[in-house]
C-alpha cells in the first residue's frame, strides 16, 4: 500500500513537471485517472434502467442521485458519507453516473470517468434528435437491435403495464404516433422556454411527456420496451389522483382530460393555439331546441312552442374528438340461445354529425333537441365510440361491433356547404384504433397502430408488440379511433388497406 502510495506520487511529481500540465485533483485541473479508469469493464449494461423515478433507493431522496452502474441501483450523492459512497466500499462497486449533469464517476476515488465508450449509456438516459433525423422517422421502417437482443421498430414498443394503467398506456401510445405531435415533443426545445406561473405542477406532465416520447423512438434501446412510470406518476399528481397507477380507468376519460390538461400546460386558452389544438381540433354548428315538459297538455305545448325560447338556437363549438353513439345492443337471444352481436356501419353512427339526424338530450330538469353539422375538419380526427353507459346501480357495455374501411372515409357530406367549398381534402386514413375487451369494471385495452415507414400495422398490448393483418382490425370492439387526412394522393398508397 506505502509503495503503491510512493509510485502514484512519483507519477505526479514527473507529470507536474513535463509540459507545466496539471494532473493534480482540484478544482480546474484534470486527473490522470480520468481517461484511464480501470472499472469500466466491471459496467453491466443489461441492469441499466432508467425509466422509474429518479431517487435514492435509501434515502428516496430527489437531490443528487447517482447511478451504480454495476448494479442499476440509484444512491444519493458520492462524500465521504454518502449512500453512494457507501455503497461502492461495501460491495466494490466503483462507477456511477450522475443522472442529472449526466457525469460519470469512480468511487471511492472520487474522480470523473472521460471515455467516450460510455456515451451509449448517457443516450439511453436522455435521448436527443436532430431535425434531419425526426423528419425522416417516417421514411424508413429500419429494425434496430436492442442491447439484449431483442430486435424492434422505434415507435413501435411495448409499455409496462405496472398494476392497472393500460388505459392510459394505450393512449400515450396513440399519441406517440401522430407526427406532428411527436415531432413537437421529441425536440425539447420546441416547449423549453415556454413561461407559467410559480408553483405550476401542470408543466411536469409536458417535459414528462417528451421524456417518454424520446425513450419510445429511441433507436438506441439498452431494451426493447419501456416503463412509463415517471409520465404516471405525474398524472397521478397533476390530475389529483383521479386517474391513478393501480385502479383500473376509462380511456376516454383520461384522453378528454390529458389533451385538455397539455393544452393548458403548453400555454393554450381557447383563443390561443398550441400543438394539441393545430392537431386535433375542428368546430361544429349545433342547432338546439327546447323541448315542453312531456306532462304538459298538448294546448300548453302548442302555446309554449310558438314563443322564443321554445325556437331553434345556433351556436358555434369547437371540439377535440367526436363521439359517436352505438344503437342499443338487443336484450334477448335469438332461436340458436347465443346473444346475437349486432354490427353497424361507421357512415350510420357518423349520420349524427349530418346536420338533420336530430338527439334528445335530457339534464336535471330541461330536455332538447339537437342536430350537429361539422363546419371544419382537423388534420387528425379522434372518434370516440361510446360503448358503455352508467346508470345508479352498474356500468353496461356495448358489444356492437363498428364496420368501417381502414383507408378513404370521406366526410365531405357531414360539412355544411360552405366549408364544403373551402375544405379541399375531406377524406382520411385510420393511423390509431385503441380496443377494450372484457367486462365494462375490469377488461382490458390494447391498440392497433400503423408505421408510416413500413404501412404495417402493429398490435400492442402492455409489453407485446406484434404484426396484424389489417383485415382482423375491423373485428374488434373499437373504442378510440384517430384517423389521419389525406394530404394528397401519394397518401394512400402508403398503407396496406382492407
Known sequence: MVSLKREREAEVDDDDNEDGVATKIGRGRVDRRSRHCPYLDTINRSVLDFDFEKLCSIS??????????????YFQGRGLKSHAYTHSVQFTHHVFLNLHTLKFYCLPDNYEIIDSSLEDIT??????????????LDKQGKLYRAYDGTTYLPGIVGLNNIKANDYANVVLQAFSNVPPLRNYFLEEENYRGIRRPPGDIMFLLVQRFGELMRKLWNPRNFKAHVSPHEMLQAVVLCSKKNFQITKQGD????????LNALHGALGGTKKKPSIITEAFQGSMRIFSKKLPHPDLLPEEKEALLLTEEYQE????????FLTLDLPTAPLYKDEKEQLIIPQVPLFNILGKFNGNTEKEYKTYKENFLKRFQLTKLPPYLIFCIKRFTKNNFFVEKNPTIVNFPITNVDLREYLTEE?????????YDLVANVVHDGKPTEGAYRIHVLHHGTGKWYEMQDLQVTDILPQMITLSEAYIQIWKRQESDSDTNNHTGA
Open 60 to 73: 428516496l431522496s430527489h437531490i443528487n442521485v447517482y447511478a451504480c452502474l454495476i448494479c442499476g441501483k
Open 123 to 136: 443516450y439511453v438516459l436522455k435521448p436527443t434528435f436532430t431535425k434531419p433525423h425526426i423528419t425522416g
Open 251 to 258: 380511456a376516454v376519460d383520461f384522453m378528454t382530460w390529458f
Open 313 to 320: 338556437q345556433l351556436s358555434e363549438s369547437t371540439f377535440l
Open 419 to 427: 366549408a364544403q367549398i373551402t375544405e379541399k381534402n375531406t377524406t
